[in-house]
């Protein structure tokens, strides 16, 4: 057992402590930014509930965190508040946000300066994964730490990886998303082209995900595209701010993403229909409207 804060108690935060907690059996306390969703976890699960990320800090081996982007991340680990203030020598941040390989850098440098470590390590499986405790994290920082951190982050993980040093987890979400970003798009106008071909979409599916074009989006989303349900999982929001951080990461290392930026620009349509917190799956609403439009 060891002693644990978590830091963010969002739709993928709320589920990850509270693996901690009943899965993991560790001693959680957790910190959240609206107070009563803390005090809702800690009335579900036990556990303590802290004032400030510092104050969740004081006295515990690992600080885990999931909240919203950089500027989020740097408040509450080096703001007068921050987590950065209270930690104890040997201990270790886990951050599980989606944010910049530079924040991650940043707040590596400054663990390493007050005698801690820190570990970049943003997951993939979204809410569903959250939930069911079977996350992949992929993590940037040093060896040792990393192995004390896995025994913990096994609570809400099927897959836990050291891809590199400090901002490789982070650049390694970046890929996931590049990847899901061009996929998405991809079965959204098969399944577009097929509806206006006049094709038995479940026949079709059934046929086409034994062979190359077979995917995890497609096994688990193509219903609920066809139908126009788009309430599953990753908001287009969350997916835009992804999708900017990997757009700046290519400006800096000179990576040519031409299909994600084109992408890119399709959710801000999307989210122009209304479409914010519709899940990543709803780029087949954009085809379907340009389609009414055109005849």
């Known amino acids: 057992m060891a002693k644990v804060a978590f830091l963010g108690l969002g739709v993928m935060g709320y589920p990850m402590a509270g693996h901690l907690r009943v899965k993991g059996g560790h001693e959680v306390t957790v910190y959240n930014r609206t107070t009563a969703k803390a005090e809702k976890w800690v009335e579900q699960h036990g556990g303590r509930l802290a004032r400030s990320p510092k104050e969740a800090a004081v006295g515990n081996d690992f600080v885990m965190a999931c909240v919203g982007n950089d500027d989020d991340l740097r ?7 921050g987590a950065f203030q209270a930690m104890k020598k040997g201990a270790a941040v886990v951050d599980h946000t989606t944010a910049s390989a530079a924040i991650a850098r940043e707040l590596h440098a400054e663990a390493i300066k007050r005698g801690f470590d820190f570990i970049d390590a943003p997951v993939s499986g979204g809410q569903a994964g959250a939930e069911n405790g079977t996350l992949t994290v992929m993590c940037g920082g040093d060896a040792a730490p990393f192995a004390r951190a896995q025994t913990v982050i096994a609570a809400y993980a099927r897959a836990c990886t050291l891809i590199g040093s400090t901002g490789s987890g982070q650049l390694a979400k970046m890929v996931n998303q590049i990847c ?9 106008e098969g399944l577009h082209f097929a509806a206006k071909a006049g094709l038995d979409i479940e026949k079709l599916i059934a046929t086409i995900s034994k062979g190359a074009a077979q995917s995890w989006q497609m096994e ?32 800096n290392n000179g990576a040519h993403l031409p299909v994600t930026a084109l992408v890119d620009q399709f959710y801000s349509e999307v989210q122009a229909m209304g479409g914010k917190r519709w899940d990543t799956s709803s780029l087949i609403a954009r085809l379907e409207r340009a389609g009414r439009a055109g005849g």
Do not use: P
């Open 75 to 81: 408040d509450i680990m080096l703001g007068a508040d």
């Open 180 to 188: 899901i970003a061009g996929l998405v798009q991809g079965l959204a």
């Open 220 to 251: 688990n989303r193509y219903r609920t595209m066809v139908a126009g349900k788009f309430d599953f999982g990753f908001a287009v929001d969350w997916m835009r701010k992804d999708l900017g951080i990997c757009i700046a990461e290519a400006r």
